[in-house]
């Protein structure tokens, strides 16, 4: 069970401080890097990015891996994700700020195989990585109940809306996890960068003098947060049905449905919610299923019904909503059915069209400028893995942790499929 | 040349801020392993430990590897220092503040081969890396005259006595260095620790409850900054000469000899300086010659002679200083010699018995105790090897970079010879 509640109000925090946020939950390999690569070319000279990993990881060389839910046991070279090819690359786009947190395992692999190649970050400074824990160690999460929290993002959530150094705020969440009895002699974290300017999440944006191109971009990434308008259905009988919409990660839309007038002939309403096509629901598991409830008591008023939409990042042509009123007409005395459908086209990141790599784009920069302590503009990726059984728990009550399984194979980022994406500096 | 001003000044500092320092220059690989382990044993729970280092470094796999002077070019394993060894070794000591200084190059070698195992780090925080610069990146030095400064080393000169938090201080001296047009788009500070507790260098040091054990170790390196005491030696022919010293490094003593009072009959005194053993002179470039000559010039009142005596650490039996005075007698017309000598044992860091590595020892930690920011103690190594034709320079006048030449073979720490020394955790 994945920190969801955590990850959920990170996004809120962040878009606070203006960032445009893009949080997903649960992707595969190939849907992490197609939104690494969108993540990426959204990132322009003067940009502020950040990329927030929570989920399963590893280390070997020096080098951090994110473990993509599809990831088979044990791990395969091309089931991980390189964390230090994402830096590179926000790097290569010039940001003003770039920002990875992970909120997850760093345990070595045995290192009896030559390490890959990979590109270092050039001397251009500015770069933060904020790690939940040190070399070597495990990331811990506390259990409380039907709520799971992970330690570092929960430290995190505390400060980040700080205006203070980025690095002061993640000084702030070291000394508080330090100091949390949990994790004692478990999990410190760390902090590696090369800011040479006094950044903060903080700052504020410039709104004027974007080009163009990083307009459209931009764009493009603000529909992953827009939600379908709500509707009201006029059902034949008379009844009234308003379906409205929550997202809950960009990838993960709440579909409402409430009767708001019961037709003068009918009683004994009810309201089923269905999708064409069908999306997986990734919550129907015991734990995730009553962090949902809390979240679902907190983003409405009580619907008649609910409807998960999830992994909406497989979704290639329009989501269609199926609403069914039953019924009990008043003269027949019977049960009734009448349906009606809303098509709310391609919500949240469904836009982005993260299904379809490009493999051979190289995106060129466009010229913004920055100057002092204004950032050009903020972009968040945030991504979310289940912990699930691979990541230790720390219980409050035993306080018992549980290391992941020693694995066979090594983590090796797959050249072949990866490199040709790099836009190489020199 | 390395920046000898800059490490002497930097030693000084230290010593303003209450660490016992032990400066040393030009060591072979087996006297630097030896200085560390003395380190090593020197530290203790609640010690704050500093280790510096200036000259050649390279960096692989995430490891950083210090080049001694007497390392072949092209590298082999065994002439590389492992710097993440020393952390552990630090670590290990169970010290409450941990932090590693390097001025030098992180060049990357090409990773064609399996990195050999070591030991992560423990996730006990309180380690802090300072990295003059980034991965794949050079350490430049300016020259300016006779004088070479190493541009990390001079902002960290800069800013040390602040009583804020040591990562902070090294932030300062990310942005000083950030905004130096001599090395921007070149050379960016990385700072990478696990701080979880608001540690300064600045920290007042605890004088009491000390172990017997550890104000043992702690004379061994007292010892090593103690200068022989200054002496008149009377002549036979009424001259007096006054024979005193300064230490430049540990491993570095200056004896000065002055005439203080002429006798009746003498005339055109002059005093040559030698020593038995002869040690080497590592000055007698003319680079080094010139720094030294701005440094001998502060150090002592316009002597009649100087005496530069390199390498101590090499010194196994007592050091004579023979004082020869030359001069004319009055009466016969004569130049005469007289020759008087001063036994001054081993001075400096000689008592250290560096050339003694003790392989087979493990020493255990006495039983210390930190509470709050308050250090039971405060030990710092400062290591000097000529940056040299090796090192980049950036020359004020042309600003021009010459970057280390790319080598053949990797650098591998030595895992047979090294490996015994550790004290295993687990």
């Known amino acids: 069970m994945a920190p969801i509640m955590d990850v959920h109000e990170l996004s809120n925090l962040l878009q606070q401080l203006g960032f445009r946020v893009v949080s997903l939950l649960d992707l595969t390999r190939e849907e992490m890097l197609a939104a690494i690569d969108k993540f990426i070319q959204l990132l322009d000279r003067g940009v502020y990015g950040l990329f927030y990993y929570a989920g399963h990881g590893c280390e070997r060389a020096g080098r951090n891996y994110l473990v993509a839910v599809d990831a088979p046991q044990p791990y395969e070279p091309e089931n991980c994700v390189c964390v ?12 003003a700020l770039s920002v990875i947190l992970l909120d997850a395992c760093r345990k070595w692999y045995k290192q009896q195989c030559i390490p890959s190649c990979i590109m270092p970050l050039g001397p251009t400074g500015n770069t933060v990585y904020g790690y939940a824990t040190c070399e070597d160690a495990e990331a811990f999460e506390v259990q409380d109940g039907g709520k799971s929290t992970g330690i570092f993002t929960k430290y995190l959530n505390e400060h980040i809306l700080q205006s203070e150094k980025v690095t002061h705020v993640l000084e702030r969440v070291s000394e508080d996890l330090g100091k949390d009895p949990l994790v004692t002699g478990k999990q410190v974290v760390e902090i590696k960068h090369t800011l040479k300017e006094p950044r903060s999440l903080a700052d504020p944006v410039r709104t004027t003098g974007h080009t163009k191109e990083l307009r459209l971009r931009d764009a493009c990434w603000r529909q992953a947060n827009e939600l379908p308008q709500k509707k009201r259905l006029m059902f034949r009988c008379g009844v009234e049905v308003e379906v409205s919409f929550s997202a809950l990660f960009s990838n993960v839309l709440m579909a409402f449905a409430t009767v708001k007038t019961t037709g003068l002939r009918t009683q004994d309403c009810t309201v089923t919610l269905s999708s064409i096509p069908t999306l997986e629901d990734i919550f129907s598991g015991p734990g995730r299923s009553e962090e949902m409830d809390t979240l679902l008591f907190q983003k409405s008023d009580n619907p008649d ?10 979704l290639k ?49 466009a010229s913004g400028r920055s100057v002092g302590n204004i950032s050009d503009g903020k972009a968040a990726q945030l991504h979310q893995t289940p912990g699930g059984p ?23 980022e797959n050249d072949e499929t990866e490199q040709q994406d790099f836009t190489f500096r020199h």
């Open 390 to 412: 691979r990541r230790p728990f720390t219980r409050k009550a035993e306080c018992a942790a549980q290391p992941a399984a020693a694995r066979g194979n090594e983590p090796e």
């Open 84 to 95: 230090q090819r994402i830096m590179l690359k926000m790097q290569e786009r010039r940001t």
């Open 317 to 365: 042509g329009s989501l269609v909503i199926k609403v069914d009123l039953h019924y009990t007409h008043m003269d027949s005395r019977l049960r009734q059915t009448e349906s009606k459908q809303m098509d709310i086209g391609k919500p949240l990141v469904a836009s982005c069209k993260l299904y379809k790599r490009n493999h051979a784009k190289k995106q060129e920069g």
């Open 305 to 314: 019904c609910t409807l998960r939409l999830c992994a909406l990042q497989k």
